[in-house]
């Protein structure tokens, strides 16, 4: 059997979508032809050259910026030109709306019945850019990873454009496992894309093969063009699921935990280029599992980056040191709040006091940290927002990067299921009708968390200077991964 894998804008163009990459790892690794073809990389550099604005200095800066590293006020420069560009082709397009995180046709994302079916930013794209890498494989099963809401719009145009081809098409990923699981709307996007499976791939593999993740090599890859990066960054995971799984608002807790074997990583490690950047896609790094991998790393000249909590295992003994000596560029650390009570009540496990000290000596060893908060739980008081920001602002510059996020309330999660016992009431966004949703609206005991809190990071913005000095110096696009790369300011 041949494949060939697809990811439909729009993905950032950043680095490459973990799910349609790992798959065609996965199914090299067992001798299956099964290149992965990066729609939405084409995708960015298609619009960009279409585009009437000049983008080759700023591309030039994105993938080879001086000293590898991103200055923040020429990123910001860079970036805007981008943002520019890409504007200017979704003009030809009236009401859509794209940037290189997002995309939105005319009346939202979520009925897929009200996408327009003429005249959206895909259709000259697929004609142009993969109908010739179709024709070269004829007989090749289309494979489409489908991770992120945003690929929704270019997801439903391909099922179309592959169903006037004739091609054998499955679509699967990680967005419709979400909404089958743990949002709304799947029966409603089967009837726009019929050829949705939920296997995570295990199905395509001969008998007797194992897991999906059980080998993984580096795949080929059959786009030619630069992602927007300083170096290739591979996405690696130790695990799938959560290696925590006990807050109670986690939409993910029903997600078997499945550890990769050590081999594996190795073998990914091992066949991929040198000096990559490895952004490990765990939910939460096993400790243990990154110790055991630190010598590997150091040993290929590869740098790292990934999400953990901020946990007192860190403070052992020269950890820290090993981990900043590997290569490590950024922690991307889940503190949530600085409020004692709202962590218990969650079952964060997570303690302010200790987050701060991680955050410190982490800090001191020159590793980025790229820190989580959450505003607007249930039960949240002013008092709660408060500890949160006295929080940031006493870790000040051991923080380099902050997202301040607002609390959505999934669908389906142990707190939703239990709303009574947090004084929570239930609301929908769309009443009488069916649509795609991985959340829902709610309120607590009369009073709605999320608008207080909204209200909150708007005050903190305008008088705490170090919160807003951490606004400004996160960057808007393009993710984490930008942040792995980014070096200090230079002083004007
Ligand atoms: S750490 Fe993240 S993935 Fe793990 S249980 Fe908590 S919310 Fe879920």
Not at 79 to 93: E, F, N
Not at 431 to 454: H, M, N, Q, V
Request: hydrophobic letters at 40%; aromatic letters at 10%.
């Amino acid at each position: 059997m041949r494949y060939l894998i697809l990811s439909p804008p729009v993905h950032q163009p950043s680095e490459p979508p973990s799910g349609a990459f790992l798959l065609s790892a996965a199914l090299a690794a067992r001798g299956i032809e099964a290149p992965f073809f990066d729609l939405s990389l084409e995708f960015f550099h298609f619009a960009l050259e279409k585009s009437t604005i000049n983008t080759t200095p700023a591309l030039r800066y994105m993938t080879s910026p001086p000293g590898s590293l991103y200055e923040p006020h020429q990123h910001a420069s860079h970036s805007g030109v981008i943002m520019s560009a890409l504007k200017r082709y979704a003009g030809s397009y009236p009401g859509w709306h794209l940037t290189p995180m997002d995309c939105s046709p005319p009346r939202g994302l979520h009925r897929p019945g009200d996408y327009p079916s003429m005249h959206t930013p895909f259709g000259d794209f697929y004609r142009e850019i993969l109908e010739p890498v179709l024709n070269e494989r004829e007989n090749a099963t289309v494979l489409v990873s489908v991770a992120y809401l945003s690929q929704l719009p270019g997801a439903v145009e391909l099922g179309r454009f592959l169903r006037t081809r004739g091609r054998k098409a499955l679509f699967g990923g990680s967005l419709f496992e979400s909404l089958s699981r743990t949002g709304t709307g799947m029966s409603l996007l089967k009837t726009f894309i019929p050829e949705v499976t939920l296997d995570d791939g295990s199905g395509l593999l001969p008998p007797n093969a194992g897991q999906v993740m059980d080998e993984l090599v580096f795949p080929e890859l059959l786009s030619k063009k630069d992602y927007l990066s300083p170096a290739y960054v591979l996405p690696v995971a130790f695990t799938t699921g959560c290696i925590w799984n006990k807050c109670l608002f986690c939409p993910d807790r029903e997600k078997p935990l499945k550890a990769i074997p050590e081999r594996t990583i190795r073998k990914l490690l091992e066949t991929a280029p040198s000096d990559v950047m490895v952004h490990f896609i765990d939910s939460t790094v096993p400790l243990p599992r990154l110790e055991s991998t630190l010598a590997l790393l150091e040993d290929k000249g590869h740098r790292f980056f990934g999400f953990t909590r901020a946990t007192g295992e860190f403070l052992k003994p020269g950890l820290l040191d090993r981990i900043a000596r590997s290569g490590c560029s950024m922690l991307q650390w889940g503190i949530e709040s600085g409020s004692p009570g709202i962590l218990e009540r969650f079952g964060k496990g997570i303690d302010p006091e200790t987050a701060l000290k991680v955050l410190r000596e982490s800090s001191a060893r020159g590793i980025r940290n790229y820190a989580y908060f959450l505003f607007g739980l249930p039960g949240e008081t002013a008092r709660d927002r408060e500890m949160t920001l006295e929080l940031i602002e006493a870790a000040g510059a051991a923080i380099s990067f902050m997202n301040a996020s607002v609390f959505n309330l999934p669908v389906d999660s142990e707190l939703t299921e239990r709303h009574g016992e947090f004084g929570m009431s239930l609301g929908t966004y769309d009443p009488g009708t069916d649509a795609i949703r991985l959340y829902s609206p709610f309120t607590c005991e009369g009073s709605d968390p999320r608008t207080e809190a909204k209200r909150f990071l708007w005050e903190a913005e305008r008088n705490s200077p170090v919160f807003s000095n951490l606004l400004k110096s996160t960057p808007k696009w393009f993710r984490a991964t930008h942040m792995a790369f980014m070096g200090p300011p230079t002083p004007f």
